[in-house]
């Protein structure tokens, strides 16, 4: 799997929209894009997963580039709740020959504050 | 609600003590796995099994049991706990392991060998 780089920490005002990058500069063609986080010592969540288009759901977006090495995972109005680790993840699918674990790096811890 | 449950959610026990830490879904999922989470190392899969009664190990497997007589129900058994296991522990599930599916997971176990 690709390896990813995200800044280690960032803070956002409550209600203001939450830009959190992540680099993956060695992606391959078959690699989606996932992220997940993790409020304090609770089970990781999922957010949104993408391959090369742009993703939204009810919890966020993901903006992938068009070359694909970089990505940003947008929260649109965040809240104090959305204190958390967020780890974004490169991966193939299927995960038949890794057994279909998820490797979690250090993350963005992101600080919401009122 | 569609959920993955950990039993118990905090252990002390003593070096030794064999002990069971239960987990179950309620998603009808085929993929099941075990992760721990140690400061600084990120979470590591144990085992992980694709469905009933297929099991294969992960990363850290030494130390560990686990079984999948059922779909629902994925127990972590430490036949002769050593304070080396003291870890947060997290279940997760997946419809099936092949695709992009979202992983789900439980709350986690605090474990403490002492």
Redesign the interface.
């Given at each position: 799997d690709a390896k990813t780089t995200q800044p280690t920490s960032m803070d956002c005002a409550e209600g203001r929209a939450a830009n959190l990058p992540c680099n993956h500069s060695t992606i391959s063609g078959n690699e989606?894009v996932?992220w997940y986080r993790q409020i304090h010592?609770?089970?990781?969540?999922?957010i949104i997963?993408g391959l090369k288009n742009n993703e939204t759901n009810e919890m966020a977006s993901l903006i992938i580039t068009e070359d694909r090495k970089s990505s940003t995972l947008i929260l649109p109005h965040a809240t104090l709740r959305d204190t958390a680790v967020y780890y974004c993840i490169v991966r193939v699918?299927?995960?038949?020959n890794q057994?279909?674990?998820?490797?979690?790096?250090?993350g963005t811890e992101l600080s919401v504050k009122p | 609600e569609a959920q993955?449950t950990q039993n118990p959610r905090y252990l002390i026990t003593v070096t030794g003590k064999k002990l069971t830490v239960t987990c179950s879904q309620n998603m009808n999922h085929e993929?099941m796995?075990w992760?721990r989470q140690d400061p600084g190392l990120?979470?590591r899969?144990i085992y992980?099994s694709?469905n009933v009664e297929v099991t294969?190990?992960?990363?850290v497997p030494e130390g560990y049991k686990v079984s999948r007589k059922e779909k629902r129900n994925f127990p972590l058994i430490l036949e002769s706990p050593s304070p080396n296991q003291t870890s947060?522990y997290?279940c997760?599930s997946?419809l099936r392991?092949?695709?992009?599916n979202?992983?789900?997971?439980?709350?986690?176990t605090?474990l403490t060998v002492l």
């Open positions: 989606y996932y010592s609770q089970g990781p969540q999922y997963h699918a299927p995960f038949y057994g279909g674990k998820l490797i979690f790096g250090q | 993955v993929y796995s992760y990120g979470l899969q992980y694709m294969d190990k992960g990363d947060l997290f997760a997946s392991l092949a695709g992009v979202e992983q789900f997971f439980g709350p986690g605090r």
